[in-house]
């Protein structure tokens, strides 16, 4: 059976109340100090949570900032938009040109006959693509060397209308097929993919009937602008190939496409209609980009300062501080960002050296202040010099030396460059040719190589006879570019006739370059030179140099600095050996800030180690409430069984002196009665 214990009955004692008491005198003298320590600690998680913040949304405005070539961005007109457009890239300049367009490039197409239904049956056999240039006056078509003739079969299943077109279509070789009602009838048109006046068509047919030119079967598509109509110029030409035609500032040009590039250095023209006069293109930067890069920057950062301002002041009239006031790390973060923004930058070049030069000044209260008309003067004369104050960005004296990056360690400043080696390709030179005009038949005309470590397939030359070393150069430049297997590793060579040789260049450049024969028919040694025992191979070279007086890496064209240029990566495109003048590199104040706002917000950063002592001091204040909980509870525990003993000694003590009283009062009373 269960007891029922009710405390204090026995001595009269108010046992429950004394211990409750007792109790919380305990705990009222530990947990104010609690408290204020999780105040404290809540606070400061709260104050460090916003700062961290502030830095990230300022953090988020620097890389618009970071880099001197994308600080401003070129903007483009033109005054015939509906004629000429175009897009720059970061190697664009600020100019102005003239241009005019006479003829856009066009796609070569062919329109067969009509056909009633598109499932009839056309025929069976074999078509052959070609791509070349066709003279009208001398009635000669010239092969395109750079695109070699492709062949699509046609099946019992593929010999309608319809099939032909998918037929060509998957196989995917460079030329599109549709077919067009054009109410009279049902026409498969050919299109070439590449417009152009060398990627005319000429169709050749392999008939399963036996006839290849005629109006019968699959012949009927082909088209050979060589032959006459109805004996192998079977299709009609509904467009002819031809090159665009454009005059900038007075140079005629010829492209292949309307997409010109390479006209005009960075920039790339869209030609949609011939102009009636001149269009002009303004290649221009842009100053409202980049002021509005900076306004944002600025507006950012006096948020930022605005943020250390609250977390570390002290008002003497309310006696009130911030919760970060005088905090170590609140206080060397601040001067480290004002110490940035107020500097003069290394490495820069121009009239620009710091932000107080371009209108930006420091207030007394930590915030920025931007003076317009400076900025907008600044901008205007100097965008380049701007630019460098911001992103990081070099410099180089030689126009033959291209400043490609930084490093993460790289030191702003000046580095004089000098070149013991300039950097060359792989190649492979063949022996003497046996002469002109030279013909390329079975016996001669397979090879494979290795380019640059890199095995192609078999190459097989084009059966003609060439009457120099030009064209003889030119079509195995074209058949070794066109092999699958270098074409998916980006590799490709250059091919000269240089003294009675065969020279092959691979287009790389360093110690990785190389060309080496590695297979050939036995008939090219005493006709192109070519053969694997025969010739020289020989290995590129990196380029070799230093870097502000220290030995640079040298990997191709490009070479790396180490020490304070550690990182620092140039190109050298040309030119001689020797002292080639310097970089000037400047991290630029985006650049600074953006380290500096890494080394607080990165996840080992210490922001992050601050808020990790942070929680691990409040993780300590809430194991202290449970040891206190525990405490508290042991001697609550400790204090009713040592009153409830108290109150036990004590009944005992009143039971026995209510006995000895009853026996004294007895006593007394017996006694009495004798007398």
């Known amino acids: 059976m269960a007891s029922i214990t009710v405390s204090g009955l026995g001595s009269g004692l108010d046992i429950s109340g004394i211990v409750s008491q007792l109790v919380e005198a305990e705990r009222t003298a530990a947990e104010p100090r609690l408290d204020y320590k999780e105040a404290t600690v809540t606070a400061e998680i709260s104050a460090v949570g916003l700062l961290k913040s502030a830095m990230s949304d300022f953090q988020g405005t620097l890389s618009s900032l970071s880099s001197a070539r994308t600080f401003a961005p070129l903007t483009l007109t033109s005054t015939d938009i509906d004629s000429v457009g175009a897009t720059a890239s970061s190697i664009a300049r600020p100019g102005q040109y003239s241009i005019e367009v006479d003829q856009l490039a066009q796609s070569h197409k062919l329109a067969s006959a009509a056909f009633e239904d598109t499932t009839a049956t056309i025929g069976q056999g074999t078509l052959t693509f070609s791509f070349g240039s066709f003279d009208t006056d001398a009635g000669t078509f010239t092969s395109n060397v750079d695109k070699p003739s492709v062949s699509v079969d046609i099946g019992a299943a593929d010999g309608s209308l319809q099939g032909i077109r998918d037929a060509v279509n998957d196989a995917d070789i460079g030329i599109t097929a549709n077919i067009v009602n054009d109410g009279t009838g049902n026409r498969l048109v050919f299109t070439s993919n590449d417009s152009g006046a060398e990627n005319s068509l000429k169709v050749t047919v392999d008939d399963n009937d ?200 790289t030191v702003a400043g000046h580095y004089p460059i000098s070149i013991s080696q300039l950097a060359t390709q792989g190649s492979y030179q063949g022996v003497n040719t046996g002469g002109f005009p030279l013909t390329i038949d079975s016996s001669n005309d397979n090879f494979a190589l290795r380019l640059d470590g890199t095995l192609s397939s078999t190459i097989s030359l084009t059966h003609a006879t060439y009457d120099d070393g030009d064209a003889l150069a030119e079509e ?200």
């Open 476 to 675: 195995i430049a074209a058949r070794i570019n066109n092999d699958s297997f270098l074409k998916s590793a980006a590799l490709s060579v250059s091919v000269a006739f240089d003294d009675g040789h065969i020279v092959i260049n691979s287009s790389r450049h360093g110690s990785d370059s190389s060309v080496a024969i590695t297979s050939a028919d036995a008939g090219l040694a005493g006709t192109v030179g070519f053969g694997t025992l025969i010739g020289t191979s020989t290995v590129g070279l990196d380029v070799a140099g230093s870097i502000g007086g220290i030995a640079a890496t040298g990997s191709g064209r490009y070479l790396t600095g180490s020490g304070n240029a550690d990182g620092l990566t140039v190109e050298v495109t040309g030119g001689v050996t020797g002292a080639r003048g310097g970089i000037s590199y400047s991290t630029g104040i985006a650049g600074r800030l953006t380290g500096l706002m890494d080394a607080y917000l990165s996840a080992n950063g210490l922001i992050q180690d601050r808020l990790d002592s942070l929680d691990d001091q409040q993780n300590d204040i809430d194991d202290a409430r449970t040891a206190l909980d525990d405490r508290v509870t042991k001697l609550e525990d400790r204090l009713n069984a040592q009153y409830n003993r108290l109150d036990s000694t004590l009944s005992q003590l009143t039971a026995t002196g209510d006995f000895l009283t009853a026996q004294l009062d007895a006593l007394s009373s017996f006694y009495s009665k004798d007398k």
């Open 210 to 409: 036996g006839d290849d030119t005629n109006q019968a079967g699959l012949s009927r598509l082909a088209y050979d602008p060589e032959a006459d109509v109805d004996a192998g110029r079977n299709m009609t030409q509904t467009v002819a190939a031809r090159d665009a035609e454009l005059t900038v500032d007075g140079l005629s040009i010829t492209r292949s496409s309307n997409t010109v590039s390479g006209v005009i250095s960075g920039v790339t023209l869209d030609l949609k209609n011939v102009t009636e006069s001149a269009a002009i293109l303004r290649v221009e930067q842009d100053v409202d980009s980049a002021r509005g890069k900076i306004e944002d920057f600025v507006n950012a950062f006096n948020v930022l300062a605005d943020s250390f301002r609250e977390l570390g002041k002290y008002d003497a009239d309310t006696g009130q501080a911030g919760v970060m006031l005088g905090d170590p790390m609140l206080r060397n973060l601040q001067a480290q960002v004002r110490r940035i923004v107020s500097a003069e930058i290394d490495g820069t070049r121009g009239d620009f050296h710091s932000l107080m030069d371009i209108g930006i000044r420091t207030q007394a209260d930590g915030r920025l202040r931007v003076d317009a008309s400076k900025l907008d003067a600044a901008l205007t004369s100097d965008m380049e010099s701007v630019a460098r104050l911001w992103g990081a960005g070099a410099v180089t004296d030689d126009s033959l030396i291209d400043y490609v990056r930084g490093g993460s360690n």
